[in-house]
């Protein structure tokens, strides 16, 4: 795993029933850390009425047991000032409050104006009474007489948070290179084509079913209905297709598709059994519907669902680009049906309802979907489920009937790709599937695209599960790679120490594995500024590299370019010259133009002419490093803040001191955003954007 040159040269089924006086010591803020991390809703539940104070009473049992069969947690209040409280301090869901009669008045105006508050439903006994608060309150959906008639409005809700539901890939907005490149999908592309892989490709075992159902039953233990429902899953799972399983009235069909819009690493692992029994019945059902030999089968189809405003101005922009959906999506040949979902969303005043329109051409693409009437659980309904990451060219959008809130967007089903990122897509997984094995490879995978919260989840969970030598010494190596991500040095050493401690009882003092152990050291004591212990860490592991490695393995271009690094850092500048070019020269003859590893070495170079004063040759290359990662890598990434760090660094040098201050504030947002608050980075790159200023 090459490191990246940052541094700059410049300096469960629980009811919560909250009363006036809490029964015990939880907080608020922690109540809202447990339901934050609820996978099974869109949204978190609040129900706010003074005859539930008693949850012992026939009104609370009857109607919390019928809310149960929609959502797995209530949050249940009687006291208004708790359940206020309580929905302020949420930041990251969405809420669906039921207020009954005693609070109407009081409480309506308050909750309206509360951010996180998605939609509100009134419960009084008098309807009629209450009829024109739908028209007085944008956010209230409607008024009921009673909670069943709440629950089966929410059993099949018309709108969810999109934020997380649809990514779109970004072109140039100039008009010849957006012709050139309407079919260019960004980093993220890159990103879930991989996982795809990684999910669809991988050995599951019995293990993970029983873990799986291990796991349901924990968290609906409190809840009847869905118990059920997990007992006739772990009994009946094999007499049904998965298709059936995935339209059946369910936690299901919620639990997957939030779990891979969120990346819940633990559900993934123990459901990903199921996610990738579905998409191979799809593309089952596919192949013997569509042919690759019969004619062109065209056909049209329809969804439809509520976005945010700032979602739908992105969109707007964003004709002619392509659009990439990571869930498998329900769509239906009844425009009317979609165009229902659409207009219903309106009841929200900050949601813009979208009816997708989206032509499938067979005969061209080879994304899997499937006429799923046949085997879907509602055997009346006609319905194309497409499975994850499919991706559609947006051709056009206008307004439905002059409305500006209803909008109909006009999609293509493609499979067009860019040919560099496709390149780079089998270089990765050949990298990927070459040093790792099972869940192994998801961690590699976070760890490559930056995302270390992701890979901590993944290596916790293989910790425990580890049961011999080699596997405990490999599952250290990779927490020793996190930590020193992370700026987590002291720990980042002791996993590597664990781990070459194994590793040296168990393997040839020539495997692959200890010099990449080395190697990792050396990066650890770099990144403490122990350049000595450094450079000695990873010449041993360049020896080894070099007794047992052909002249041109990738291996070695990362060891060339770490010793490098290291003796730019002692100011032999002769030396690292010598091996960045070793190491570029490798890379540019075996990679894709556009590999990460390529950025590093013009990082790296860069990073030279920087130190030696030569900054019209230091920007070209951090300008080529920067090029590259802005393809390839997430916003987010922290070396595309290396990047715009360096360049910011070296225009301030070269007198251009407003793009310079621009691009060190890039550079420190990103960091701030993506890494540990006590990263030691952070400081540094705060220092240089201070630099930057002062000589402006």
């Known amino acids: 795993m090459d490191t990246e040159h940052v541094l700059m ?14 029964s015990d010591d939880t907080s608020i803020k922690q109540q809202q850390q447990l339901l934050s991390t609820d996978t099974l809703q869109n949204f978190l539940v609040v129900w706010l009425d003074a005859k539930i104070e008693d949850k012992d009473n026939d009104y609370y049992i009857y109607s919390i047991n019928k809310l149960k069969e929609v959502f797995n947690k209530i949050n249940a209040f009687s006291d208004v000032n708790e359940c206020i409280d309580f929905m302020t301090n949420i930041q990251d ?8 009669d005693f609070f109407v008045q009081t409480v309506v105006p308050i909750v309206q104006d509360i951010s996180s508050i998605d939609t509100i439903y009134i419960l009084v006994e008098n309807q009629i009474q209450h009829e024109d608060l739908t028209k007085q309150w944008s956010k209230i959906n409607c008024v009921f007489k009673d909670i069943a008639s709440i629950c089966d409005t929410l059993h099949q809700p018309t709108v ?12 140039s907005t100039n008009h010849e290179s957006h012709r050139k490149n309407q079919d260019q999908l960004d980093s993220s592309l890159l990103y879930r084509q991989v996982l795809k892989e990684i999910l669809f490709t991988m050995y599951f075992e019995k293990k993970r079913f029983n873990q799986f159902i291990s796991y349901c039953r924990e968290t609906f233990k409190d809840n009847n209905s869905q118990m059920a429902i997990v007992n006739k899953f772990e009994h009946e799972y094999h007499q049904h297709d998965p298709i059936w399983w995935y339209t059946f009235n369910s936690f299901l069909y919620s639990m997957m598709n939030r779990s891979l819009r969120m990346m819940e690493v633990n559900l993934i692992i123990n459901m990903g059994f199921f996610i990738q029994d579905l998409h191979n019945s799809i593309s089952k059902l596919h192949a013997q519907q569509f042919p690759k030999t019969s004619s062109s089968n065209s056909l049209t189809v329809y969804y439809g669902q509520g976005v945010p405003q700032t979602y739908f101005d992105q969109l707007l922009k964003k004709q002619g680009s392509l659009l990439s959906i990571n869930y498998f999506l329900s769509t239906t040949p009844n425009r ?3 165009l229902a979902f659409a207009e219903a969303s309106q009841i929200q005043s900050d949601l813009i309802g979208i009816l997708f329109e989206i032509v499938i051409n067979s005969s061209v693409s080879s994304i899997p979907f499937a006429k799923i009437s046949n085997i879907n659980h509602f055997s009346d309904e006609k319905e194309i489920l497409f499975s994850i990451y499919s991706r559609f060219h947006i051709e056009s959008m206008k307004q439905i009937n002059g409305n500006s809130r209803l909008w109909q967007v006009n999609l293509i089903l493609t499979d067009a790709n860019d040919p560099e990122i496709h390149t780079l ?6 990298e990927i599937y070459s040093e790792a094995k099972g869940w192994d490879r998801l961690g590699v995978f976070f760890i490559k695209f930056g995302n270390f919260d992701k890979a901590q989840e993944v290596y916790d969970i293989l910790l425990g599960e580890t049961t011999t030598d080699e596997e405990k010494a490999l599952m250290h190596h990779r927490l020793g790679i996190l930590k020193n991500s992370q700026g987590r040095y002291t720990e980042a050493m002791n996993y590597f120490e664990q781990s070459i401690e194994i590793r040296k009882k168990v393997l040839s003092s020539t495997d692959r594995d200890l010099a990449s152990s080395y190697d990792n050291i050396g990066l650890v004591y770099k990144n403490t500024g122990d350049y000595s212990n450094a450079l000695s860490f990873h010449q041993n592991a360049l020896e080894i590299r070099q007794k047992t490695l ?6 070695l271009a990362t060891s060339y370019n770490n010793i490098a690094l290291v003796y730019s850092h002692m100011n032999d500048y002769s030396n690292a010259m010598s091996f960045h070019q070793k190491a570029a020269e490798i890379r540019m003859n075996i990679l894709p133009s556009y590999h990460p590893d390529m950025a590093s070495s013009y990082n790296s170079i860069g990073s030279f002419f920087e130190n030696t004063g030569d900054y019209s040759n230091a920007l070209l290359f951090h300008q080529k490093a920067l090029e590259i990662r802005e393809k390839i890598l997430p916003s987010n990434h922290s070396s595309l803040a290396a990047s715009y760090g360096h360049i910011g660094i070296v225009l301030s040098e070269l007198g251009e001191h407003e793009k310079a201050v621009l691009h060190c504030e890039q550079a420190l947002n990103i960091v701030e955003n993506s890494l540990p608050a006590n990263h030691p980075h952070i400081q540094v790159y705060r220092d240089n954007l201070e630099y930057v200023k002062s000589k402006s």
């Open 336 to 338: 009317e049906v979609a």
């Open 9 to 22: 040269t410049t300096t469960t089924t629980t009811v919560t029933v909250a009363k006036t006086t809490p």
């Open 160 to 171: 969810v948070d999109d934020r997380e539901l649809v990514n779109i890939s970004s072109v």
């Open 425 to 430: 897509t089998e270089c990765m997984r050949e």
């Open 93 to 100: 869901e969405k809420i669906i409050i039921i207020i009954g």
């Open 550 to 555: 052909p002249p041109n393995h990738r291996d």
